[in-house]
């Protein structure tokens, strides 16, 4: 299924039916008097955030919806049938804005979370409803009120525990499909990833969501490369991991790129916590590889982790150390735990 993460669309509620002009015609009724029923009310337009969608691709091949118009009264008193509702069905984590993009109507981000978004019309009064003790025989009805109709745009923001981000060739891709069952691209060439990938990362009974976010370059915030369409996925992941390329002409400046984009886009990303790695460890020797770490180090304040995605090592201690940050340890796994054994995401990192 291929990706989207915007869309514009056309909706438009029900318009209600026709009130109904009635009289009564019976035999051995001296005087009939009106029945015409009220028209029922036009469908509503719902929107409703459902489980198991990741991408707005449907809405690339419909971008019209209607609901149904209401039926008109009928004779007898009879009120006519309402519209069928609309329901609109968004992954969790869409985003409504107007025509405009400039004012937004929702943010859906818990499943089964439903928003009216047009109202149908109501129906209009049959003859029967303006009867009254100085007028025996109206002749007076209302058609029904037109639906609500607009263009919105659908915007999606990916919902993630953990997102990867780094320059192109980093390594995410790899990382991403050693941890998790998701399938992304994997080449030797910058920009190998179009589009945003999901996976679900199991550690020790707990379970977080990893998002793979395409590469950012310098610039990325100007239009650059990908631009910024993508870091908008990054703004509702609880951790950042950096992963950094250990055979960079300078490690260094490949950090200082990527914070340059995130606190460019703003939106709290440079707020976020991160956790820092550097990858594909196994093209260098071991001496050289603690030599780097220790210099990036010195540079960031924070720890580094080491990691090679292709040959499994380290990437263990990623995800639990991921794991301690973002999902609770279950209760069971600490009365097991002794006071000798120390905490996994405590040992040190190295894929050698």
């Known amino acids: ?15 209600g039916g026709n009130g109904c002009m009635s009289f009564r015609r019976e035999a051995y009724v001296e005087f009939g008097g009106p029945n015409g029923g009220n028209g029922g009310r036009g469908g509503h337009v719902y929107v409703e955030c459902i489980e198991g969608l990741n991408t707005l691709i449907d809405f690339r091949y419909k971008q019209h919806f209607k609901a149904k118009r209401g039926t008109h009264g009928m004779g007898k008193d009879r009120t006519g049938a309402m519209g069928e ?16 993009k400039n004012f937004p109507i929702a943010d859906m981000t818990e499943v089964g979370e439903t928003i009216l978004l047009a109202k149908g019309g109501d129906g209009g009064l049959g003859n029967a409803h303006f009867k009254s003790s100085t007028n025996r025989a109206p002749r007076r009805t209302t058609p029904g ?21 780094g320059l192109p060739n980093a390594g995410k891709s790899t990382f991403l499909s050693s941890v998790t069952r998701a399938k992304p691209k994997i080449a030797d060439y910058p920009f190998t990833t179009l589009a945003p990938q ?10 977080f969501v990893m998002a793979d976010i395409p590469g950012i370059i310098e610039g990325a915030h100007e239009g650059v490369g990908l631009g910024v369409r993508f870091l908008g996925h990054v703004e509702r992941c609880r951790v950042l991991r950096q992963l950094i390329h250990i055979t960079s002409e300078d490690i260094v400046e490949h950090y200082k790129t990527i914070r340059t984009e995130l606190e460019a886009y703003g939106n709290g990303l440079e707020d976020k916590l991160e956790i820092i790695g550097l990858n594909k460890c196994d093209l260098l020797p071991e001496k050289e590889v603690k030599k780097l770490a220790k210099k990036l180090e010195k540079h960031t304040g924070k720890k580094v982790m080491l990691l090679s995605a292709a040959t499994q090592g380290g990437v263990h201690e990623v995800t639990t150390e ?10 069971a796994k600490k009365e097991e735990k002794s006071e000798d054994d120390t905490d996994e995401g405590e040992k040190a990192w190295s894929p050698l």
């Open 145 to 165: 009120i037109a639906g609500e109709e607009m263009w919105i745009w659908l915007r999606l923001k990916l919902l993630a525990d953990v997102g990867l981000v």
């Open 322 to 331: 991921l794991a301690n940050i973002v999902v609770k340890k279950p209760a």
């Open 198 to 207: 999901l996976g679900v990362v199991g550690v020790d009974e707990r379970e």
């Open 1 to 15: 299924m291929k990706f989207l993460d915007e869309a514009k669309i056309y909706i438009l509620s029900g318009t």
């Open 85 to 100: 509702d609309m329901y609109i069905k968004v992954p969790v984590g869409t985003q409504i804005f107007d025509e405009t």
